[in-house]
C-alpha cells in the first residue's frame, strides 16, 4: 500500500499518520499540499510523528490529477457514509494499491472520479466519519493482514 493524503491540513493528523505509516511498514506517502502545511508546521509534525518522519519517503506532488491518470496501480478512494462504497470488511487490498485519503471535507469529485474502488469503513450511532488519522489507522490495518 502506498497512500495519497489530499490537502490534509492538521499538523497532528499528518504526524500521527506518518507514524503509523511507519509502523506499517508503509514505504512512501505522497502529500497533494497546496497550503504548504508539511514545510510550515514541520516541526509539529516531527514531534507528533516521535521522530519516524526520518523512516519513510514523503513525495509531494503539485497536479493530482495527472498524478493520479499516470498510477500504475489501483487507486482507492477513502470515502465517509457512501452506500455504493466497498465496506471495508469486504474489500480485499492488493500490495500495489494507492490509497487517497481526503481532509474534513473529505474528496473532491473529480479525484473520486479518477479512482477504480470507493472504500467505506461503516460506523454505528449515527456517525459516518472518523477523524483522519484514526480512518487512516484502520485502513493500513487492514492493508498488513
Ligand atoms: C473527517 S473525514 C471527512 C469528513 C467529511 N465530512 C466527509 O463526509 O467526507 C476525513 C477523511 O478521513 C477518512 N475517513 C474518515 N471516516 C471514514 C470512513 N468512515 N470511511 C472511510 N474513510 C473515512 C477519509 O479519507 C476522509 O476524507
Do not use: W
Not at 506499517?24 to 509539529?44: A, G, M, R, T, V
Not at 506532488?61 to 466497498?86: H, M, Q, V
Amino acid at each position: 500500500m502506498e497512500a495519497l493524503l489530499y490537502q490534509v491540513n492538521h499538523s497532528a493528523n499528518i504526524g500521527m499518520i506518518i507514524r503509523t505509516a511507519v509502523g506499517f511498514n508503509i514505504s512512501k506517502l505522497y502529500f497533494y499540499d497546496p497550503k504548504e502545511i508539511l514545510i510550515k508546521k514541520q516541526k509539529q509534525i516531527r514531534n507528533v510523528s516521535q521522530g519516524t518522519i526520518d523512516k519513510i519517503e514523503i513525495i509531494t506532488i503539485t497536479k493530482p490529477n495527472n498524478f493520479l491518470e499516470k498510477y500504475k496501480g489501483r487507486k482507492i478512494a477513502t470515502i465517509c457514509g457512501d452506500s455504493k462504497a466497498i465496506e471495508l470488511k469486504q474489500f480485499t487490498p492488493n500490495k500495489t494499491d494507492l490509497v487517497i485519503f481526503g481532509n474534513e471535507r473529505g474528496l473532491p469529485k473529480e479525484i473520486i472520479k479518477l479512482c477504480e474502488t470507493k472504500i467505506n469503513i461503516s460506523l454505528v450511532n449515527e456517525l459516518n466519519s472518523l477523524n483522519l488519522a484514526c480512518a487512516f489507522s484502520i485502513i493500513a490495518y487492514k492493508y498488513s493482514n
